[in-house]
Structure formats: structure tokens, C-alpha cells
């Protein structure tokens, strides 16, 4: 028994879980003696929760001895972990998960260190620090390796200075339900990887000559790789209206894979209508 770790029983079950879940999560552990996945388990969760510094609570209930809980709550194998938030159990996982999965599982309850740290960041970057905002996210990443969501802040910043090979290293191997930015990043990436050109040269030439289309489609994709949609769809159906035929149609094409990288809303019903329009 630890400071954030005890062992709980039907009498004091409401105590230390129902209401002290009022204050913070309780991860509540159903495990037995006979279990060879608990043994396995219950260090993982000890760990994590002296980690966690008390962000949440550990509570160990024997299932053998205390069956009227187990039944209570429907735990049909053990190991069975519920959380617990305001009196209910609210999530839930069964079997000995590796640390990086259960880290997962408590991230999605209570926010840890990697968190705070991540959070920290963000107010960097909104305030223009990028190099300080990486080395919090690198020590984060330090806390947890596997965090999905270090990697990909730490991405979108490098794709805020242009660093595309830093990119792909960030979300190699990330499958895109990992988390709804992967998809969006790697699509981004391909957009950065089109330009090839900066974006001032770029501007320079359309002013200079506003049917050099090529400097348009290049432009655009680079305002779209940078975040800037709204910038890059205007250049693009500026191309549909100049030149429908101008690269095989690659005004039109290029918008609809934008259309698809935002995946609808109020802002991609406006420019299908405008494209729309350009069309006919």
C-alpha cells in the first residue's frame, strides 16, 4: 500500500471510491491471488499511479473476498480495471496491458506529466518560442515515449518552420486512427512536398504575371502544407477560372483533395459552391 495505492474491501468501498471518485479519478483493479495476468498488471498500475502523484487513485479489491463487488459491477475476468469519475465507473479495460497501453487509458482520465508538459508547450508556440516549445515536448517525450499526442504537437510545429523530413520521422508507423491529426499531417506533408518553393518567391511571381499558373498551384499547395485553406482554395479556383484544362484539370483536382483533407463543415460547402460556379 502506497500513498496513491490501497487495497479496498465492500466496507470501505464507498469511501475511497464513490465519493473520493467526486475528487479525482479511482482506478479501481479486481485481482486475485491465483491470477498470473494480475502479478504481471499490478506493478504496472502501482508504477503509474506514484507517476501520476496522486492525479489519481488506485484501489485493489480482491475479487475472491469480496464477490458482492464483483458481481456489482460486472467483472467476468480478472485482471478487470475500472475508472471510476463522480460515483460511476466510466471506462474500463480487462487483461494485463503493456505500461504504454494503460498510460493510454489513465491519459484519457486525468491528464499526467508528458501533459502538463504538452500543455506548457502549446502556450510557447502560441507565443512564438518554437525552440522552447520542442524542448518541453522533448522532455515530455522523455516521461512518455509512446505519447501519440507529444509526437504529433511536436510535428505540427515543424511543419509550422518547414521541416518535412522531421515530419515524416515524427508519424512514422502512426496508423490514422491513431489520432484524427495523423491523417491531416501526412496530407499536409504531401501538399509541402508538392511546393518546392517558398512562399514569397511564389506570391512574387503571380503578382507579376496572374496567369502564371504554375506559380498559382505551387503557392497554393504551400498555403495549404502551412494551415492557410481558405488562402490556398482561392488560389486554386483562381486556376479553374483561368484555365480549366491547365494541367489536366488540376485546379479542380487539387481542390477536391483539400475538400477531402478538411472533411466537410461550413467553410468546404462554400468553396464546393464557388467551385461550382467556376465550373458552369
Known amino acids: ?42 506493478p ?55 505500461e504504454s497501453e494503460v498510460r493510454a487509458f489513465l491519459d484519457r482520465l486525468v491528464p499526467g506529466p508528458a501533459d502538463e508538459l504538452r500543455a506548457e508547450a502549446a502556450e510557447l508556440r502560441l507565443a512564438g518560442d518554437m525552440s522552447a516549445a520542442l524542448q518541453k515536448l522533448a522532455d515530455a517525450s522523455k516521461i512518455a515515449p509512446a505519447h501519440v499526442g507529444v509526437r504529433l ?13 522531421e515530419i515524416r520521422r515524427l508519424i512514422a508507423g502512426m496508423a490514422d486512427d491513431a489520432d484524427p491529426r495523423v491523417p491531416q499531417l501526412k496530407a499536409r506533408l504531401q501538399f509541402m512536398g508538392a511546393a518546392g518553393e517558398d512562399e514569397a518567391a511564389l506570391s512574387a511571381r503571380v503578382a507579376a504575371d496572374e496567369n502564371d499558373l504554375e506559380a498559382r498551384l505551387k503557392l497554393a499547395k504551400l498555403l495549404v502544407a502551412a494551415g492557410q485553406y481558405e488562402a490556398g482554395m482561392d488560389q486554386l479556383l483562381e486556376i479553374v477560372r483561368r484555365d480549366r484544362g491547365f494541367g489536366d484539370d488540376i485546379g479542380r483536382k487539387t481542390l477536391l483533395s483539400v475538400f477531402d483533407l478538411l472533411g466537410g463543415g461550413e467553410r468546404v460547402s462554400r468553396y464546393r459552391r464557388l467551385l461550382a460556379s467556376a465550373l458552369y
Open 153 to 165: 504537437d511536436a510535428a505540427e510545429i515543424m511543419l509550422d518552420l518547414g521541416e518535412a523530413d
Open 44 to 98: 504496472v498500475l502501482e508504477k503509474l499511479a506514484a507517476e501520476y502523484g496522486g492525479k489519481f487513485l488506485l484501489a485493489k479489491v480482491n475479487s475472491d473476498d469480496n464477490q458482492a463487488l464483483a458481481t456489482r459491477y460486472g467483472v467476468r475476468g480478472i485482471p478487470s480495471v475500472k475508472a471510476f469519475v463522480d460515483g460511476e465507473p466510466v471506462d474500463e479495460f480487462s487483461g494485463a496491458l503493456p
Open 1 to 42: 500500500m502506497t500513498e496513491h495505492a490501497l487495497d479496498v474491501g465492500l466496507a470501505d468501498f464507498p469511501q475511497h471510491v464513490l465519493e473520493e471518485s467526486k475528487h479525482r479519478p479511482v482506478l479501481v483493479d479486481f485481482w486475485a491471488p491465483w491470477c498470473g495476468p494480475c502479478k504481471s498488471l499490478k
